[in-house]
């Protein structure tokens, strides 16, 4: 049985949450403030958090950002705002979905199931990539290699934390290092789990990836921008597919 930790302040908003998906099969369970959410994330142990972003003793967005800190679990945002500031806000805190109130439950059933499904077959599928990969010795040459199994990206020796989408991202330039993907390509890559995912989307992600993986973001050089048409993964010594 998946678990959901819904963190929101409004106790009916929240009851309803739990009662649908508690219906729908998913262990709930439910915290008012950000300071019971965050400590849930250890205790609990979620499959998938349902955050809302005005609570009473921490703006959302930040604790967005501690649970990306402490864990890859992904993130939907439960939000009356709906201007792309703020999606795009969300995103750079984070977050892997984002849904403005008032919404359908049958779409927010549907989104978790597709967010919940999508890590479980990546943690699956990774985990056989992972166990071949611990019997290789690592090429220290190879800025950027992927652990499979914590999902997140070993830079130059040191473990690295990314979003979901963030991942794929960066395990698709290592697959095809030197081939020039669109934007709508590298949309098409996450789609359906960043359902919110646009070209301004895809910068964001990119402009993230460059903090995490480049001596110098503002100067990047593996991560390169195809003006007029994408981006490339360029490092030298990638010619060995990373899965």
């Given at each position: 049985?998946?678990?959901?930790?819904?963190?929101?302040?409004?106790v009916?908003?929240?009851?309803?949450?739990?009662?649908?998906?508690?219906?729908?099969?998913?262990?709930?369970?439910?915290?008012?403030?950000?300071?019971?959410?965050?400590?849930?994330?250890?205790?609990?142990?979620?499959?998938?958090v349902?955050?809302?972003?005005?609570?009473?003793?921490?703006?959302?967005?930040?604790?967005c950002?501690?649970?990306?800190?402490r864990?890859?679990?992904p993130?939907?945002?439960?939000?009356?705002?709906?201007?792309?500031?703020?999606?795009?806000?969300?995103?750079?805190?984070?977050?892997?979905?984002y849904?403005?109130?008032?919404?359908?439950?049958?779409?927010?059933?549907?989104?978790?199931?597709?967010?919940?499904?999508?890590?479980?077959?990546?943690?699956?599928?990774?985990?056989?990539?992972?166990?071949?990969?611990?019997?290789?010795v690592?090429?220290?040459?190879?800025?950027?290699?992927?652990?499979?199994?914590?999902?997140l990206?070993?830079?130059?020796?040191?473990?690295?934390?990314?979003?979901?989408?963030?991942?794929?991202?960066?395990?698709?330039?290592?697959?095809?290092?030197?081939?020039?993907?669109?934007?709508e390509e590298?949309?098409?890559?996450?789609?359906?789990?960043?359902?919110?995912?646009?070209?301004?989307?895809?910068?964001?992600?990119?402009?993230?990836?460059?903090?995490?993986?480049e001596?110098?973001?503002?100067?990047?050089?593996?991560?390169?921008?195809?003006?007029?048409?994408?981006?490339?993964?360029?490092?030298?010594?990638?010619?060995?597919?990373?899965?």
């Amino acid at each position: 049985m998946y678990k959901v930790l819904v963190i929101e302040d409004d106790v009916m908003m929240s009851d309803m949450l739990s009662m649908y998906l508690s219906e729908e099969g998913y262990s709930v369970m439910q915290a008012y403030r950000a300071e019971d959410g965050l400590r849930q994330i250890a205790e609990f142990a979620p499959d998938l958090v349902l955050l809302d972003l005005i609570l009473p003793d921490l703006d959302g967005m930040e604790v967005c950002a501690q649970i990306r800190r402490r864990s890859n679990v992904p993130i939907m945002i439960l939000s009356m705002k709906s201007e792309v500031s703020e999606r795009v806000q969300a995103l750079k805190a984070g977050a892997d979905d984002y849904m403005c109130k008032p919404f359908s439950m049958h779409e927010l059933t549907a989104r978790v199931e597709a967010l919940i499904r999508r890590s479980s077959t990546m943690m699956h599928s990774e985990f056989g990539q992972q166990q071949a990969a611990a019997a290789e010795v690592p090429d220290e040459r190879e800025p950027i290699q992927l652990d499979f199994e914590r999902r997140l990206l070993l830079v130059r020796g040191r473990l690295v934390e990314t979003t979901f989408s963030e991942y794929e991202l960066m395990k698709l330039f290592l697959a095809h290092p030197g081939k020039v993907f669109s934007r709508e390509e590298l949309i098409n890559a996450i789609r359906g789990f960043d359902s919110f995912v646009t070209d301004r989307a895809i910068d964001v992600h990119i402009v993230n990836l460059r903090k995490k993986i480049e001596k110098n973001p503002k100067e990047p050089r593996l991560i390169r921008t195809v003006w007029g048409f994408g981006y490339k993964y360029t490092a030298q010594q990638s010619s060995r597919s990373q899965g």
